[in-house]
């Protein structure tokens, strides 16, 4: 079931995500261990990955940069982000 990697908080969304760097595109995989796997080209260094993965949910929820905030995993590739006031939904990026 989808749900296992997100929740709602109010109109804050926090996922669970495994992150795969040096990937060939940046991509949303889809669930993989009750967490939202995505591809991201950077590589993880200086935070470079982090700041990657940060500008690609903004776009992916049409939310700018600052309303993406990692909560945890800062150096990790298992992460927790919290996506202030999404402009699209979690389950649209499944159709």
């Known amino acids: 079931m989808i749900e296992k990697f997100y929740r709602w908080n109010e109109d804050d969304l926090l996922l669970e995500l495994q992150i795969q760097t040096k990937a060939s595109k940046d991509a949303i995989i889809g669930e993989h261990n009750n967490r939202l796997k995505i591809s991201i080209t950077a590589t993880p260094e200086a935070g470079k990955a982090n700041a990657h ?6 776009k992916c929820f049409g939310v700018s940069q600052k309303q993406v905030t990692i909560t945890k995993g800062t150096t990790n ?19």
């Not at 993965?53 to 903004?58: D, I, P, R």
């Open 53 to 58: 993965l940060t500008k690609f949910l903004a």
């Open 77 to 95: 590739k298992y992460k927790s982000v919290l996506i202030s006031s999404p402009k699209k939904d979690v389950l649209t990026l499944f159709k």
